[in-house]
Antibody
């Protein structure tokens, strides 16, 4: 059974950093692209970043370029999202997803609140 | 970047009705569209990929259609458990942009 379990969320002050993790199981992690998608409270879904299966290429939405870094450890079957210089508009539930060209598996989500 | 526009923003339907919701891409995306269902407090679930392919385990009352810039998601004989938000997404190329969503409510 495919499982994606996010962790690392919480309350953080503007300008500070936070690192999310996503532990994957039930599939060969190194064979798949992965992505992060977020959802601000009462808002729609917003793609944040994607990474190729090897980790050799990464892609970001414009609003997080230069502040967020997506990475992966295939030996640990874990996906990461390093979030620096956080802003109030980054407040959202962050989902880890398997990118099979379409997003076929999703984690339960982890909440990130950016507030002073 | 390609913009995905969904309509209507919300709809109220009776159990047993047929409902169609729309997704319009600002440029030709071929059949590179997916549809997701999200119920309150839950993660999104994949329903349809490549515009018309029903994902594993999705009931056959869900049907996706369209090509190019105009796409539809139809639910035949809506059930109470279909009350949710529905999102379309441009897939395959970056950025994988989502539409704003359609809220389906049951009367």
């Amino acid at each position: 059974e495919v499982q994606l379990v996010e962790s690392g969320g919480g309350l953080v002050q503007p300008g500070r950093s936070l690192k999310l993790s996503c532990a994957a199981s039930g599939f060969t992690f190194s064979n798949y692209y992965m992505a992060w998608v977020r959802q601000a409270p009462t808002k729609g879904l917003e793609w944040v970043a994607s990474i190729t299966n090897s980790g050799g290429s990464t892609y970001y939405r414009d609003s997080v370029k230069g502040r967020f870094t997506i990475s992966r450890d295939n030996a640990k079957s874990t996906l990461y999202l390093q979030m620096d210089s956080l802003r109030s508009e980054d407040t959202a539930t962050y989902y880890c997803t398997r990118d099979n060209n379409y997003f076929d598996y999703w984690g339960q989500g982890v909440m990130v609140t950016v507030s002073s | 970047n390609i913009v995905m526009t969904q309509s209507p923003k919300s709809m109220s339907i009776s159990v047993g009705d047929r409902v169609t919701m729309n997704c319009k891409a600002s440029q030709n995306v071929g059949n590179n569209i997916a549809w997701y269902q999200q119920k309150p407090g839950q993660s999104p679930k994949l329903l349809i990929y490549y515009a018309s392919n029903r994902y594993t385990g999705v009931p056959d009352r869900f049907t996706g259609g369209g090509y190019g810039t105009d796409f539809t998601l139809t639910i035949n004989s809506v059930q109470a458990e279909d009350a949710a938000f529905y999102y379309c997404q441009r897939i395959y190329n970056s950025p994988p942009t989502f539409g704003g969503g359609t809220k389906l409510e049951l009367k």
